[in-house]
């Protein structure tokens, strides 16, 4: 436990930390790779450039030390954090390397107004959430070991099927090179995918798992990410694996991580509305199919929205999901239809996500929501659920990537519970 001193400290300092956290991350990062540069084949550089990353760390100190007194209410945070960081092998002795680098990038931003008592408490709090993170992830380490199938670490799989879903997003089927069984996974989790690029070292990437556990394989379902501006370069493994990756080729994964996640094994007692946008869609097909096969009376909606039936993947399973359970619904929106899309019924509606659609398509009073998506499409669900008035305990998503760019909204408003790099 930390003293009041140190509290009473932390909680001063938190406004001026607040204002330069930018900052503060970027020379972190300047730092800690130039200090530590074997630390830096865990960091996606793809973040750095996007903006995302400097958001995200500073979005978790400000967050961390407005509730250095309610650890509590950092708890779902901790848990995204740590499955984040146990699907990236990160390890005890690496914290005091972040915390160092923490500090004396907190200690160059606010120059002399950094005393060594300030610096003390700040350091004592940084050692109060690196050991609550470490417990954790060791727990999920040993959790991962213990499951029949299951391993730490990387482990080889091989590509037994490649399969475009459309013309933008392209399954993989992954066996155990070994022969072995693989380990149980809630719906929604993901894998991580380690690939040694030819020309660019990069850091691994998480790929959500879009079948259903209870099977020899794992499949992932990979968007192939273009440059988003003249300049920007290709996204580099979602386009390796597109253009190099073959059935028959290893690849080397990590075991099944995540915190968005529907258990099925437990009664579900509400309605369970699953949203899903663009490529989205992997994590919330596997909880429909596990969902369907444990608990097929279950009142499910399912809602795909895509660009167009170019982009539109897995039509058909989603279809096969309507006759597979006895209460399922479906509805697949394109915002940028074909000309023929409507005409020839490859979607039920033009449009997107609103707060009126779900007002009157899902049960809004009851359900438990679920959503993943591209950035402007969970911003919108978010701002939609939140009109109507859907509490957080029903609210659930993931989001491909620093989780703190759709939460921004949230932190404003009520900072309690996103802690992000
Ligand atoms: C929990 C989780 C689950 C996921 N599940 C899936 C899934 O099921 N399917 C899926 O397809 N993806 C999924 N992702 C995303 C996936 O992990 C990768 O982020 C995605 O494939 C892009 O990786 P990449 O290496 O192709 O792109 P990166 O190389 O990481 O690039 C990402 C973006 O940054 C841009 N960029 C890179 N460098 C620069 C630069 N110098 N200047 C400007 N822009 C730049 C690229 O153009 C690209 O748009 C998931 C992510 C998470 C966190
Ligand atoms: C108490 C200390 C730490 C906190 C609070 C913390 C917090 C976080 C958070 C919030 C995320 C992003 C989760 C998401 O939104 O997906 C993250 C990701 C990450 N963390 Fe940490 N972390 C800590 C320590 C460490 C350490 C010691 C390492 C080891 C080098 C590390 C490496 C990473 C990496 C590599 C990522 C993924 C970044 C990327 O996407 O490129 N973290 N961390």
């Not at 406004?15 to 996606?44: D, I, S």
């Not at 760390?57 to 146990?86: M, R, W």
């Not at 923490?102 to 109060?128: H, K, N, P, R, S």
Request: with cysteine; charged share 20%.
């Amino acid at each position: 436990m930390l003293s009041e001193k140190t509290i009473a400290i932390v909680k001063e300092i938190t406004p001026l930390v607040a204002a330069n956290a930018e900052t503060v991350t970027r020379v972190f990062y300047q730092k800690m790779f130039a200090g530590n540069p074997e630390v830096k084949a865990f960091f996606n550089q793809a973040h750095q450039h996007s903006g995302g990353q400097q958001k995200a760390l500073a979005g978790a100190i400000c967050s961390y030390f407005t509730h250095i007194d309610n650890l509590a209410a950092l708890t779902p945070a901790v848990e995204l954090i740590a499955q984040k960081h146990c699907s990236l092998g990160i390890q005890p002795e690496q914290y005091p390397i972040v915390g160092k680098h923490l500090l004396a990038a907190i200690q160059e931003v606010m120059g002399e107004a950094a005393t060594e008592e300030i610096l003390a408490a700040v350091g004592e709090a940084y050692q109060l959430l690196a050991d609550v993170c470490i417990e954790r992830e060791q727990q999920i380490y040993a959790e991962q070991r213990a499951e029949n199938g299951g391993w730490n670490g990387y482990r080889s799989f091989v590509v037994d099927r490649k399969e475009p879903e459309s013309d933008v997003i392209t399954s993989f089927y992954l066996k155990p090179a070994d022969g072995a069984d693989i380990p149980a996974w809630q719906p929604g989790q993901y894998i991580t995918v380690r690939i040694d690029h030819p020309t660019t070292p990069t850091s691994p990437r998480n790929y959500s798992l879009s079948n259903q556990s209870g099977s020899d394989h794992f499949r992932i379902s990979v968007k192939r990410e273009p440059g988003l501006t003249a300049d920007a370069p290709a996204g580099l493994i979602s386009t390796y694996l597109h253009d190099e990756v073959q059935v028959g080729d290893t690849l080397e994964i990590g075991p099944p991580c995540g915190e968005f996640t529907l258990d099925t094994a437990q009664p579900v007692t509400t309605p369970v509305v699953l949203l899903a946008g663009g490529v989205g869609v992997t994590p919330l097909l596997s909880m429909a199919k596990s969902l369907i096969a444990a608990q097929p009376d279950v009142p499910l909606y399912f809602l795909q929205a895509a660009r167009n039936s170019q982009t539109h993947a897995f039509a058909e399973e989603i279809q096969d999901l309507r006759s597979a359970g006895a209460n399922v619904r479906t509805l697949t929106l394109y915002d940028q239809p074909l000309a023929d899309d409507l005409e020839n019924q490859n979607c039920d509606d033009q449009g997107v996500v609103t707060e009126k659609l779900l007002r009157d398509w899902t049960p809004f009073e009851q359900a438990a929501f679920y959503f993943c998506g591209p950035k402007p499409f969970m911003q919108n669900v978010y701002a939609s659920l939140k009109s109507l008035n859907v509490p957080a305990d029903r609210v659930h998503f993931e989001f491909f990537g620093p989780r703190q760019d759709i939460e921004s909204a949230r932190l404003d408003e009520e900072p309690e519970v996103s802690v992000s790099h």
